[in-house]
T-cell receptor, first 112, second 109 residues
């Protein structure tokens, strides 16, 4: 199994600012994923982050808005840039390992 | 059409009863299927994988029907602790997961 530490667990931010979310995994993993879960909705994939390469973004998500870093095999960050109230969501990182996908505890973001 | 569709519920289930619900998926090339459970304000956690032959894990039974492109989850002898949102998940290329909207189950005494 994998243990994922995601920080912060929650934050309230002013519109126009940026927030960086961190995920630390206790195992080395090639792929990490970032998801968004808007209120009352299910999870939507934002991007795939592989170590040593640019992140791959899903339709509707762009690097300028959601820059991602993946400096090594155990760590990744997602930044939510120039936030607006529509960015209020839960953001989750996840890793596939041993045939399963494990999720971080999520970051509950509220933009005011 | 959504890639993965679920009845959002809620399914109000008396304690001890059986509840079953389905999920349909649109990509016939999908290979791996899962049910995840998500409690309020928590991250999703794997409940069970769904195999072609169907599989059972205690009170939970999952079935896959490739011809009709749906999977199902049945919960027997429902417990209060089974109250949660059940997410149907389909895995595509590159380990990418596509989530259904979730089915809420409320087990009541």
């Amino acid at each position: 199994s994998a243990v994922i530490s995601q920080k912060p667990s929650r934050d309230i931010c002013q519109r126009g600012t940026s927030l960086t979310i961190q995920c630390q995994v206790d195992s080395q993993v090639t792929m990490m994923f970032w998801y968004r879960q808007q209120p009352g909705q299910s999870l939507t994939l934002i991007a795939t982050a592989n170590q040593g390469s640019e992140a791959t973004y899903e339709s509707g998500f762009v690097i300028d808005k959601f820059p991602i870093s993946r400096p090594n095999l155990t760590f990744s960050t997602l930044t939510v840039s120039n936030m607006s109230p529509e960015d209020s969501s839960i953001y989750l990182c996840s890793v596939p390992l041993g045939g399963q996908t494990f999720f971080g505890q999520g970051t509950r973001l509220t933009v005011v | 059409r959504k890639e993965v569709e679920q009845d959002p519920g809620p399914f109000n289930v008396p304690e001890g009863a059986t509840v079953a619900f389905n999920c349909t998926y649109s990509n016939s090339a999908s290979q791996s299927f899962f049910w995840y459970r998500q409690d309020c304000r928590k991250e999703p956690k794997l409940l069970m994988s769904v195999y072609s032959s169907g599989n059972e894990d205690g009170r939970f039974t999952a079935q896959l029907n490739r011809a009709s492109q749906y999977i199902s989850l049945l919960i027997r002898d429902s417990k209060l602790s089974d109250s949660a949102t059940y997410l149907c998940v389909v895995e595509g290329a590159g380990n990418k997961l596509t989530f259904g909207g979730g089915t809420r189950v409320l087990v009541k005494p």
